[in-house]
Every structure is written in C-alpha cells, then in structure tokens.
C-alpha cells in the first residue's frame, strides 16, 4: 500500500509524487508538497491574526473595532484582554473585556500581545 496521501479534489487513492508537488492522473489535480507536510505537521492550536499560537491564559490585543451584538457597545482596536482561555467552536476564545463583560471572539481579530 502506498503511504502517497490521496487527491484532496478526488479522493482518488492513486496519486503519484512529482518532484516538489503530488499529482492525481484520474482528475489532474496538483498540489505542494510543502503544503502538504505543513498542514501534517500543525493541525491543532488555535492561532492569531498573525499565525502566533495561542495557550490558555495568554494576553491578546484586539486588532480591529468589534461591535458587541445586542448592545451599543463597542470594543475598540488596541483593547488589551488578558487571561483568554481557548474553547472549541465559531468562536476560539472566551474572556472577560474590562467595562464590557465576559464575551467570546474569534481568533483572527486578535493578536498575541
């Protein structure tokens, strides 16, 4: 059995390695090899707008104003919220924002401060 990894547009089994890129002969698919040992490598974690990954109790700064939903409130860029603790879902992290209250955000509009 060949340990050649399927065709992600496929699923064909019969793949074949092509110098730095895998190709499918049934549909022509090509993809990276890079890519493909990358996404093996890291697969779980939760990251931040920048791609640094992030850990229960980490510090994190808003990077983009967010509206608070049901309220008029809002949460403006620069906003420094510590002790996150990660969660799985739509939205990767919940903490507790100074004057607003405890909230859930999403990983990409904050980076590791």
Known sequence: MSDLP???ACASEFSYDDGLQYV???CGHEWSKVAEEEG???TSGVRDANGNML???DSVTVI???KVKGSSLVVKVGTKVK???LV?????IDCKIDGIGPMKLKSEFVKKA
């Open 40 to 42: 093996a490598k890291d």
């Open 88 to 92: 799985d879902g739509d939205h990767d």
């Open 83 to 85: 002790s996150i603790r």
């Open 24 to 26: 499918c002969p049934e």
């Open 55 to 57: 850990a229960d109790g």
């Open 6 to 8: 399927n065709c992600p």
């Open 64 to 66: 983009k104003d967010l």
